[in-house]
């Protein structure tokens, strides 16, 4: 079946450092691929997506590549704020078919400190 | 804020009891998810629904149901509920069903089981 890993948090960083997430996937096909934000207390937003090999998809500062050779899809930023303090969840949706769900790696949380 | 309203925001119980979530899904969106998200077990694809008819199912225990009506909105029952119930449950909306479709997320409803 599907899976997605990602690496374990917490990650604590300082304000403007560099971030990286990892997240790698398992999958049948070629998925579209997904980060999901939690902030506290809050249901979880989309943060950006890539639907096919080499696609870059970024909002907010983010960034992450679809990586197919590697299976993977690493979500970067260049200088982390203290508002991004949250869980980041990894996710695919296989292609194909009329349904769809999302597959979740565990979530990494991240605490950016002044 | 995503659109999706969910209720209650909290719900706290006991063993053997049976309690329903209620979704309202975006305006204009057709399918519904429920998701899980628990300590142990992460966040967990339940059931999708699309214009009223099951379309996908995942890690729904036989204990749950669910159901969207005719005017879009899906109702999750969890009956003879135990300890390991307790969870945030996530709904989650899309204008289709496909796997490239972005859902948006509520902001769930906390099931407490004591």
């Known amino acids: 079946g599907n899976s997605v890993t990602q690496m374990e948090g917490p990650v604590t960083l300082s304000e403007e450092a560099f971030l990286t997430i990892n997240c790698t996937y398992t999958a049948t096909g070629y998925p579209s691929l997904f980060w999901y934000v939690q902030y506290p207390g809050e249901g979880l937003q989309l943060l950006l997506k890539a639907t096919k090999a080499d696609d870059k998809g970024s909002n907010k500062g983010f960034e992450a590549t679809y990586r197919k050779e590697t299976t993977s899809f690493h979500l970067e930023k260049g200088s982390v704020q203290v508002s991004d303090s949250a869980v980041y969840f990894c996710?695919?949706?296989?292609?194909?078919?009329?349904?769809?769900?999302?597959?979740f790696g565990t979530g990494t949380r991240l605490q950016v400190t002044l | 804020d995503s659109g999706v309203t969910q209720t209650p925001k909290h719900l706290i119980t006991a063993t053997g009891q049976r309690v329903t979530l209620r979704c309202s899904p975006r305006s204009g969106d057709l399918s519904v998810y429920w998701y899980q998200q628990s300590l142990d077990q992460g966040l967990q694809f339940l059931i999708q629904?699309?214009?009223?008819?099951?379309?996908a199912k995942g890690n729904i225990l036989e204990r749950f149901s669910a159901q969207q009506f005719p005017d879009l909105h899906s109702e999750l029952n969890l009956s003879s509920l135990e300890l390991g119930d307790s969870a945030l449950y996530f709904c989650a909306s899309s204008f289709q069903a496909g796997p490239r479709d972005e859902q948006f997320f509520g902001p769930g409803t906390r099931l407490t089981v004591l």
């Open positions: 996710a695919l949706s296989e292609k194909g078919g009329t349904a769809s769900k999302l597959t």
């Open positions: 629904y699309y214009n009223g008819e099951e379309r």
